[in-house]
Structure formats: C-alpha cells, structure tokens
C-alpha cells in the first residue's frame, strides 16, 4: 500500500427478484407468506417473503426466530398445518438437481 | 262554440290586447335573451337609473296611491311584485341558477370573453369524439373547469355533490328516492357494501348495480360515467399526475402549463413565489454537501416538477456566487477558483435562459420589504453589481474587443450590432441574457460551444487582476494545483491507475441445509488493508460477508423496484439506503460504521458543512480500512463524491488512499 495507488473495487450484489406470494410448486404444494415451515436443521420458521435466483430458483425469506432469518431452498422447507395445530409436516419431495 | 264561451273569448281579447304582439317573432326573441343582451338593453336606454340620485333602479317603478293624511301606500313596485327574486334582473337570476352548458361557453366565447375561448379547444377536441361516456366525461370535466370561472357559487355549492358521484351507493340511493322499487337494491348494495373484501362483496354489488339498471335504465349512463371516471383517474394516477383540484391547490403550477421554457414562467413568478422555490434548495445545503444530495430529492417533491431544474440552477449560481463573495473578502488564494465554478454556473445558467438580473431586483425589493435574507439572492446580486463595476471599468476599446471576440465563439457573428450593445452596455449579466435568447436558434452542439464562450468570458471578467510595474493589467496567476486536483481531472476526478473496473465477486450457492450462502472473493489488496490496520483478513471479510447478507435483507424488505410503489429511483435508493443503516446498526458490529462523516481524513459530527459522508466504513471508525459506497440500479458515484474520497478520508500511515467499494445492488434482468 506504498506505491499511492488508490484501489477502488466494485462488489456487485445481485438481489433476489421478490416474488408475491403465494407459490405453487411443479408438485402442486402451496407456499404462503405467513406459512410455518419445518427445516432439518434450523427448526420452526415463518416465511416472510419469496425470492427467485437466476442460478438457484425460487428460495424462502424464512425467520427462524432464535437463529435469524434465513434463504432457503423452497423445496427443502417442510410445510407445517397450522388449521390442525399439531404442527404436522407435509412430505414435499425436492426438485431434481 | 257556445255563448258563454264566444263571451269568455272577447273578454279575453279585451284583458290581453297586447297578446297577439307577444307572439311576435322579436317578442320570442326576447324572452329567450341571454344575461347579457338584457344588459346591453338596459345600459341602451338613455332613461335608465343611473343611481346618480341614489336609491336602487328596481325602485325607480313604482306605482303608489296618496293618503289624504299625507304620505303614500305602495300599491306596487319592482321589488315588491317579485319578492324575494328581486336582487338581480330576472334573467341573470336565472343565468345564475342554470347549469353551465357547452350552448353557454359557445356563446360567451362568440361574445369575446377570453375564458369562455380558452374552454374552446378543449370543448371542439370532447365534440370529435363519438358520442358516449367518454366524450360525455370530457364535456363535464371542461364544464366543472368552466364553472370555476363563471359559477363560483354554485361550484362551491355543488363540491360535496360531484365528490358523491364517485360512488355507486350514492346513485343508487339517488334512484331510489325517485323509485321505491330501487329500495330494495340500495338494501343490497348497502349490505354488500359492509361485506369483508374479496369476491363474494365484488359478487354482490355488481349485482345490485345490473338489479338497478333493470328497474332505472337511465342509471346505466350514471354508472357507466362514474366507471370512465375511476379509470381516468386510474390512469392519472399511473401517469403520475394528480387530480386537477389538487393542482389548483398548488397554484406556481398553473404558470408553467402555459410557459415554454420554465425559465420563462420562473421569472413571472411572483419574488416571494421564486423565494419560496430557492429557500427549499436553501434548507437542503444547509445539512452539507453530500446531506444535500440526498436531500434534493426532498426538494424535487416540495416544489413543482418543471420549477425543479430551475430553481437548482439559480441555488447553484447563488452558491457558487456567495462563494465567490466569502473568498473574496476572507481567502483570495482561494478567488480564481471560486470566480471559475462561479463563471461555470453562471454560464450554465445564462444559457439555458436564465433571466438571473430580473431574479436579482425581484428579490433586493422582496428582501428590502420583508427583511428575509436569503444567501443566494444576496450573494447574486453582489456579483451582478461586481460584473458591472468591472466591464464599465474597462476602456470601452477592451469592452468592444472582448465584445466581439465573445460574440464570435459563440457562434452568432450573424447578429448584427450584438458586440457593440454589449460592448456599450453598463449592465453586463442582463446584455449577456439578451444575446444567449438567440442561443436558441443554434444546435446542442452549437450551444454547448456558446456556453463554454460565456464561461470562459465571465471567468476572464471574475478572476482577480493585478498591475504591473509598467502599468499593464495582468491576470494574477492561477495558484499551482496540488497533485491532489490535478489527478482529479481525468476520468472523474481519478488518477489514471485507479481501476475501477476490479471486482469483489459475489456468488450465490446453496450450503448442504440449502441455506442460500454468499461468497465473496476479495482481491489480495484489499486484504493488505486490513492487515495495514492491523485486522485479520478473515475478519475483515467476516464483515463483508455481514454487509452482504443485509443487503439481501434489505432487498427482501424493500422489495423490487416499482415506480408505482417508490416512486423514482432516487427515492428507491434512499429507502434501500436507509433501510441497510438500520439492518447494521441492528447487527451492532464495533467493525462496521455506517453514515460516518470525514473532512480532512478526520470524523467529524454528521452532516456538517463540507464533510464527506459515507454509507459504511469497516474498520475503527477513526482509521477505517475500507469504505463502502452503496449504490442502487444504474446510480454512479459523483465527481463530488470521488473528491471527497480522496481528500476527506482517512488514509493510511504512509499517506495511500484507503480502499473504497461499489457497492452495486443489481437487480435480476
């Protein structure tokens, strides 16, 4: 940093393109704004919006509480049935790729 | 025909003598006469009242039996016989009470009334539409416009009404006070009405609409208006216009309708109306220079759109101006620099039309009966009166030479005698307003060149002179430029070896949970920084990694740019840029700064005159290592912004600009 070289960069951030929701996915299941959702990993979440990649496709904006919020695959979030309460996942089976 | 009846006729003829003259075509005529033709009747009779006895000329007919114990019993007079009606002649009274039509604004117009021709055009252009809602729609939009004018009472009157007729519930009850039938419908509509949003509500009350034109058709034409009007509104909203009420409301806009050039409709605005303008640009300078980027956004919606430009441009040259003024008293190794942006603004404003002389007198009259100060109406006129002093100064030999020599660069040698009248004239800012009207008849590149003639002709009467031993009038020279300004120059304000084309790539990919996870490849120099500052690489990139992930919050929050959601994009990236200083206050990270304000590589308080503010610094606040520049869409670091990052940041030990990042938000194609 001696040569009085001024470094000036451009780091590009590519932003998802938000999408209203709510979803259908290619195996007809629903995903709504305001869902609970499962994880594996992370636990319980609320979806707060969607987003679509041009690389990744569609992900959810997912608020896990505790753990913060969160992008994730659509495919791999589980949906749990708030009208029977018992916190139920629903198999979703991920897209191929 | 009977007896009695051939009696009843006679004595009919005998009660009404003058009927058969009543049925006379002149006698038709003047019963229908308009307002005016009776007042022109009236004011042709040389008997009139012409209330130089006092008392009123309804009162100049009266018919009265005399009272053997004096005085008189009023058996009939004008004002006694038509009661209450008897404030205005009969047929104004009922002129008054008639709704405007279009029969009306044609005939006024033929009469010569200028307003009643200025509802013309618009009138002809509703005629050429085919008849229907939507030339009915125009024809009552003229028509309200009219009663403005020509029914300001019954405008007032009729306000709540026409606000009524944007719903379908108030037609509907309409009708039903003329139907009873229609009852029943407006029970529908109302308890639709109090429905829960959604389809069943939009189900029943577009049935209650088709029940009422079953039983009242000629509500069809009702509803159907009220349907183009909501759409026309519709699309004035989208258009980003507004309601044409809220526009009388904001009355410097009905000036620039009828104005081409706002220059021109700018100075026939009243000085307190100009005042009004400029002190919006004075309030936003007052939070600094980069504070006031953001600002004039502000600006742009607090005075009216065409005023925007203007008023910048007058701000500008009233700063530039006032500058010119401070230095002159305070720094003088500061005054050729401060004459040069003045003769920039100057120039720039002159050749767009501006009229910055009546702008000055406007407002010395606006500031002498007020006592309002305002800084840019003070410092132009101070360097109007300058300009003066110094051109009369000048032997008018050197006026002429320089006269034409301007006249010539500019490229308007075809003016016949334009040199000499500015050579001649005492007033050189207003003889210079008067020859850049003819910059009109030139082309963008022609102008362009004039505008350079004119700058570098104010510069020459700006810069300081001094004399020299043997009497000669000299430029002092220019003070030599640091190496700083020089490197400024090129590419906007950069030395050549700046490369801002380097890049910190940022990648999206899933992580085995399908968590989205963002790398960033952060080129080795940048890492040096850190290590200069004494921070790890890793953290250093740790928090670049922090910033990252909030913008995606950000984005997330904010959502895709919508102009019909956010309006412009400036105002878009004022709310992204807001809404990430909160997301990384919120992480409370002691690494990551953001809106820090630096002069002369120092902190200083936020927004203070001169500093140069960033929206995030990572590092120690006093020694960052890297700052951050977020720019949203297709924004571009300003020149201003470009010097105040080379000159007002904090740099490292040995004197070597800190690092600074685009941060460029793309949104997907």
Known sequence: MTDQTPIELEMQITIPDVVDGPVQLENGRVFSVNDSVRHPDFGLGRILRFGEYEQLGLVAYVDFDSLGKKEIDIYFLE?????EGARVPQKVVPAEG | MSELEKQEGDRGIVRSPESKAMQAQDAQAA????????????DSNPNRHNGGAGGDQNQSIE?????ESGGFDLIASRLKGQGPQNELPATESKAKTEPLTVDFLKEKARQGDIWAKSFMPEIEGAERIPAGPTRDLLVDHVLKKAEVVFRPEDRRKA???LENQNDTGTIIAARAEQNKAVEAVKAHHDWASKLEPGPEKDKHKQLAREQLVQLEPQAKGDLERLDQKRKWMAEQENAGTHDIRELRKRHLEGHVEHWENPWQAFTKLTPDQQRDIIRAFEKAGKVGQEGYEQKIQQVAESVPRAFYNVGKAVYDSGIAAATFVIESAQRPEKVPEAARNLAGALSESIANGARISQFVAGQAQEMAKTGDYSPVAEGLKTIAETANDRWEAMPLEKRTEKASELIAEMGLG???GAADRLAKSGKLIDALEDIAKHLKDLTAPGRDKA??????FLDDVFQPKGVTTNGFEMPIPKQQRDLDDLVMLRNKGLPDHVKPSERVTVKESFTAQREVKVTIDVPKEVLKAAE???IAPEVFQEKLQKIAESVKQVAYEVGNYDPKNHGSERVYGTKFHEALREALNQRNDPLIHT?????KQTVQNWGKLGTSRVDIAIGEKEKPIAIICLKTLKALPSAQQERGWFNNIPRFPDGSVIPRLYLKVQERQ
């Open chain 2, 31 to 42: 019963r229908v006469a308009g307002a005016s033709e009776v007042k022109a009747a009236q």
């Open chain 2, 63 to 67: 018919i009265v039996s005399l009272k």
């Open chain 2, 532 to 534: 200069i500052r004494g």
């Open chain 2, 414 to 416: 075809s003016i016949i």
């Open chain 2, 595 to 599: 809106e820090v304000s630096y002069a």
């Open chain 2, 451 to 456: 505008k350079q003639a004119i700058g570098a």
């Open chain 1, 79 to 83: 949906k749990v049935d708030e009208i």
């Open chain 2, 159 to 161: 306000e709540p009404a």
